[in-house]
């Protein structure tokens, strides 16, 4: 059969591709690649760090690229036959992973290239490229004795069931709670768009009245804006005690179960518990440092927390006569708050923000800070009509990358907004071949009427997810797994979220921020008041995020084994970032799906960490103007080009010169004076 997907391909030959053609791809590339690790291993040569390390980032590349185009297009454009493929193919893609990690004879060669490292006179990427594929053999238990693997395995196994269950019984919760409201009193204060989607989610369960869920887009709003005090604490109280009532659903046994296992696993491997053994591979590296990190925001952050805290409190005293401000008031005298102090809408921002004129901003933004150019083609083959193509050129004319940009809503599209590769950046045989990087996102379609203009928070998501890509397109690596945003999880949002700062910035906007009707210019008081109002209440968000951030490491970071009231353990934890009173009813744990379902166990100190190490970046142009190109080099030559070629706290203080300051992240949020 004539499949294009098992020719050699540069660009991603969408045209051609038929659904029928994935199945039969994946099968042929996984064999060839299974044969070319085979030939890694049976090599009659000594081990080298060529033959072996080297061989085994370039093998399966055919597959890598299959896998790229099929996925990429499971999130933006699927449909039900792409997604059966991907429940067939998924276990065989991970068969095929599980077999390389489990393959004794590959890890003798990588483990004997390991062991003579400090003769071989490897350069920093090869010495990187070396101790990554030594780790993930050797951080899955292939240097243990027989019974240990064993063990590892049945700990892996147990720790999947429990993950699944954990989370099963978190969306139970979740689906099982409803709240119907038949008196239209109850419902006072929600805009009538939110009304009107309660009213339409009763019909849609045959219902009379209006349905308030746990799910985010029904609790959210009617948090913010119900007046109804005593229903807020009702569906307050429902979503904060998910698994935690003491029946079937009940997480509390899970938790102890899954930190237990986990603590037992990162034993076995030779790390005192479970926070040092995934900070090994983090830019924080220890659990110290990560409480370090935790306790001096805290410090800093608190007086201000505490202060909106009272502000917040005599606002509620003011207008409802309250007493007590319990968490169910928080996001609505929050929201009121917000509304009198600064009386912003998205309505009054949008006009200024038109889809075309953001995206010409975030390239101008590009040009002048690393010298790039983007040149629409439309001769590249792409999967919807919808995709805009563009080649990518530095200031000497080379060319850099592509770049695909797809910006709107569709039925076959995932929600949010993400930056993806159709394929990496990597050098083979003296070839620097240029990576394909792409942009997904989903903004709202322009009409015949109006154009499609963005909310500020689009605004800043678009020019985020840019971030990721100049981290991919200016890649310059010789090995694919340490190519672009392969980099350690608390320094991925480093390129990303630095962007973001130019979105605030008079000398950025007046490139980009012009009326659709009037051409206009932004008037640099809305300007001022964005920046105000993105730093309301930050003193009290800075607490919530670390009260999470130090639960996290509560749980990970100590052995476990002695707990066992899993509220009593949360309370003790909490204790420092407490504002509001403590409900005995509600338990956080039970349901914090992302350590205990998803993978940011002893990671969640991360969001913060991104933070510091943007603020204190951007910083650095704010001192010597934000599109100094001397500036923007150094950013480009030691973070952006380097990927996860060397160890990144190495690569940011070459940027900088020094480590990260958290003073930049407390000045830019209002937190502490500037000084
Ligand atoms: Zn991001």
Same mark, same amino acid.
């Given at each position: ?36 690790? =085979? ?31 099929f ?6 454009? $699927? ?9 067939e ?9 599980? =077999? ?10 990588? @483990?004997?290239? &390991?062991?003579?490292?400090d003769?071989?006179e490897?350069d920093?990427?090869?010495n $990187?490229?070396? +101790? ?5 053999f ?52 929600l805009?009538?768009g ?12 045959? @219902?009379?009245?209006?349905?308030? %869920? ?7 709003p009617?948090?913010k804006y119900?007046?109804n ?10 979503f ?9 659903? =009940?997480?509390q046994?899970?938790?102890? @179960? ?34 370090d ?28 006569n309250?007493?007590?401000l319990?968490?169910?008031?928080s ?18 921002? @949008? ?21 790039l ?5 439309? %001769?590249?083959?792409?999967?919807? +009509? ?9 200031d ?13 809503p569709?039925?076959?599209k ?40 963005? %909310? ?6 678009l ?9 991919g ?5 010789? &090995? ?9 999880w ?16 008079? +000398? ?16 640099? +008081? ?10 309301f209440?930050?003193?009290m968000?800075t ?15 100590k ?7 899993v ?34 166990s002893?990671?969640?100190?991360s ?6 190490? =943007?603020?204190?970046?951007?910083? &650095? ?28 706290m ?26």
């Open positions: 059969m004539n499949n294009p997907l098992l020719e050699p391909f540069d660009q991603a030959p969408f045209s051609k591709i038929k659904n029928e053609h994935f199945k039969p791809a994946f099968l042929q590339a996984i064999e060839d690649a299974k044969k070319e690790i =085979d030939a890694i291993v049976d090599n009659p040569e000594p081990p080298s760090f060529e033959n072996t390390v080297a061989a085994l980032d370039f093998a399966g590349q055919q597959l890598d690229r299959i896998s790229s185009v996925f990429n297009l499971n999130s933006a454009e $699927t449909n039900e036959e792409i997604q059966k493929i991907a429940q193919v998924s276990p065989l893609l991970s068969e095929f992973s599980n =077999d390389i990690t489990l393959n004794q004879g590959l890890f003798q060669r990588i @483990k004997t290239v &390991y062991e003579q490292r003769s071989l490897l920093p990427e090869q $990187t490229l070396l +101790e990554k594929k030594y780790k993930s050797s951080r899955n238990g292939a240097n243990l004795n027989d019974t240990d693997k064993k063990r590892l395995r049945e700990i892996d196994a147990e720790l999947a069931k429990l993950k699944l269950i954990f989370g099963e019984n978190v969306l139970a919760e979740t689906n099982k709670y409803e709240m119907l409201l038949t008196n239209e009193e109850d419902l006072k204060g805009p009538e939110e009304k009107e989607a309660a009213a339409h989610l009763a019909e849609s369960k045959g @219902k009379k009245g209006w349905l308030i %869920t746990l799910d985010y887009p029904s609790y959210i009617f948090m119900a007046e005090r005593e229903l807020r604490k009702e569906l307050s109280m429902a904060g005690s998910k698994g935690f009532h003491n029946d079937a659903l =009940d997480n046994e899970n938790v102890l @179960k899954i930190v237990n296992l986990r603590h037992e696993r990162a034993n076995l491997l030779g790390y005192p518990t479970h926070a040092h053994f995934v900070l090994e591979e983090r830019m924080a590296e220890t659990p110290d440092k990560v409480l990190f935790l306790n001096e925001l805290l410090e800093k952050a608190k007086p201000a927390a505490e202060l909106e805290f009272a502000e917040l409190e005599a606002f509620a005293k003011e207008l409802d309250i007493d007590t319990q968490k169910w008031d996001a609505y005298y929050s929201e009121k708050l917000k509304q009198k102090l600064f009386n912003l809408d998205d309505e009054k921002l @949008k006009p200024y923000f038109k889809l075309e004129n953001v995206i010409d901003g975030v390239f101008k933004v590009a040009e002048k800070l690393f010298g150019s983007f040149k629409e083609v439309f %001769t590249i083959d792409k999967y919807h +009509e919808e995709v805009k193509t563009y080649e990518v050129y530095d000497a004319g080379n060319f850099i990358s592509l770049f695909y940009a797809d910006f709107h569709r039925p076959g995932r929600g949010g907004a993400w930056m993806t590769s159709f394929k990496p950046q990597f050098t083979l045989n003296g070839i620097n071949s240029r990576p394909h990087i792409s942009n997904v996102c989903n903004f709202t379609r322009s009409t015949s009427k109006k154009p499609s203009l963005l %909310t500020f928070n689009e605004v800043t998501t020019f985020h997810e840019f971030g990721h890509g100049l981290h397109m200016l890649a310059n690596t010789t &090995y694919p797994s340490l190519s672009g945003t392969s980099v350690y608390d320094f991925v949002e480093l390129p990303s979220q630095v962007m973001e700062n130019w979105c605030y910035e008079k +000398e950025a906007l007046e490139l980009f921020a012009f009326h659709y009707e009037t051409g206009e210019l932004i008037p640099m +008081e809305l300007v001022e008041k964005i920046k105000e109002s993105s730093n209440q930050e003193g968000a607490l919530r995020q670390l009260s999470f951030g130090f639960l996290d490491m509560a749980w990970h970071g052995d476990p084994s002695s707990i066992n009231n509220k009593a353990f949360e309370d003790q934890a909490f204790k420092g970032t407490r504002l509001f009173p403590e409900t005995p009813e509600t338990c956080m744990s039970t349901s914090f799906s992302h350590i205990f379902q998803g993978g940011y002893s990671g969640y100190y969001y913060k960490w991104a933070e510091v190490l =943007d603020a204190d970046a951007f910083a &650095y142009f704010k001192q010597n103007g934000i599109f100094n190109r001397e500036i923007a080099e150094k950013f480009k030559e030691n973070v952006l080009s380097k990927g996860g070629t060397e160890n990144p190495d690569l940011y203080k070459r940027f900088r010169g020094a480590e990260p300051n958290i003073d930049a992240l407390l000045e830019r949020a209002g937190l502490i004076a500037k000084t």
